[in-house]
């Protein structure tokens, strides 16, 4: 993993989808998240055909709950739904746990100030969509020039440009 992550470069999109403009990688505490609401929604749904997963249930629900998976899902569901939505929309969050957290870690890259602007001007439809992210998926580019790029994206990297039109300073050669 050496030179793969720039110091100064967000850490959110390091675990935001290649697709979205992240890089990519699967985080910890998503999965464990994932894995719970996926179990908790498998004893929901089979508990009532197999002997077995019915006493497991049973048991789950004695469990406090820090240590109740069905009572950890439910508390993840409600941390990833939004205050206005439905127990409709509570089970759907379930059913799409990654894609839930993978928007929160989206929104989250989003509204920080510096590190969320290339984003936002995507969205702003400022920057083309659609090639935008090609070469992320692709994963043509060794991996120290992509850790330069999504520095760069970042604004995590002081360019020339940076320097001279947002300092005001001059800069060394014939920069424009």
């Not at 290649?18 to 990519?24: D, H, L, N, S, V």
């Not at 505490?29 to 894995?35: N, Q, R, S, T, V």
């Not at 127990?87 to 928007?103: F, V």
């Not at 659609?130 to 850790?147: I, P, Q, Y």
Request: avoid cysteine.
């Amino acid at each position: 993993m050496y030179k793969v992550h720039h110091p100064k470069a967000d850490i959110d999109r390091l675990y935001v989808r290649r697709k979205e403009g992240g890089r990519g990688l699967v985080q910890v505490e998503a999965a464990y998240k994932a894995e719970i609401t996926n179990i908790a929604e498998y004893l929901n749904t089979i508990y009532e055909v197999y002997q077995f997963v019915n006493i497991v249930k049973s048991y789950e629900s004695t469990q406090p709950t820090m240590n109740s998976i069905i009572k950890t899902a439910v508390k993840i569901t409600e941390e990833l739904s939004q205050p206005n939505e439905g127990s409709d929309a509570k089970q759907e969050g379930i059913q799409h746990t990654n894609a839930r957290l993978g928007e929160v870690l989206k929104n989250k890259w989003k509204n920080k100030v510096m590190h969320g602007q290339y984003i936002r001007n995507i969205d702003r439809q400022l920057i083309g969509e659609e090639d935008t992210f090609l070469w992320l998926s692709k994963g043509d580019l060794k991996a120290e020039t992509e850790n330069e790029i999504v520095a760069i994206q970042d604004q995590a990297i002081q360019t020339k440009y940076y320097v001279k039109k947002i300092l005001n300073t001059e800069t060394d050669g014939n920069a424009d």
